[in-house]
């Protein structure tokens, strides 16, 4: 004859309980990160200038008189409102991620936030973008290109 223990009835009602709760959503912030480019050995000044506004007073310059990186990042930030084809939706979800980070001044985002901006405001009936939360961090943290980093 076994003897049951009073407290394993307990021990599996909780353990029960957590197996049912929903696993918790992790939402890491993320921005562009100029110390993982040079990890990459990516010039942070060429992939910036590359997506200047049309509208940015830089984009006529010649690399060498660009500046520093935070600078053409900050007139990207204020131009890209006057050029509406600045993101679209038919650009990779990694660039549009990118030219995201850079209009809002590569202020860190959270994950939440980036994958509304791709599934809600850049999804189109003709493109739709259908990325989970999961998949997308899992671009994020192995992007090896646009320097994606978490904060």
Known sequence: MTTQDPNAEELVDELVEESL?????ENPLFLISVDRLAKLERSP??????RLASTSPSKSKPMNEL??????????SQNYKNDSSFIRSDMPVQEIVFRTLLARNNRPMSLVDLHY????K?????????????????ILDNDTYYGFARK
Request: glycine share 8%; no cysteine; charged share 35%.
């Open 122 to 138: 850049w999804a189109t009936p003709i493109r739709p973008i259908v990325i989970t939360e999961k998949r997308l961090l899992r």
């Open 67 to 76: 500046g520093d990186v935070k600078g053409l990042i900050r007139e990207i």
């Open 45 to 50: 000044v060429h992939l910036v200038a590359g």
């Open 117 to 120: 901006e791709l599934t809600e």
């Open 21 to 25: 709760e929903e696993p918790e959503i």
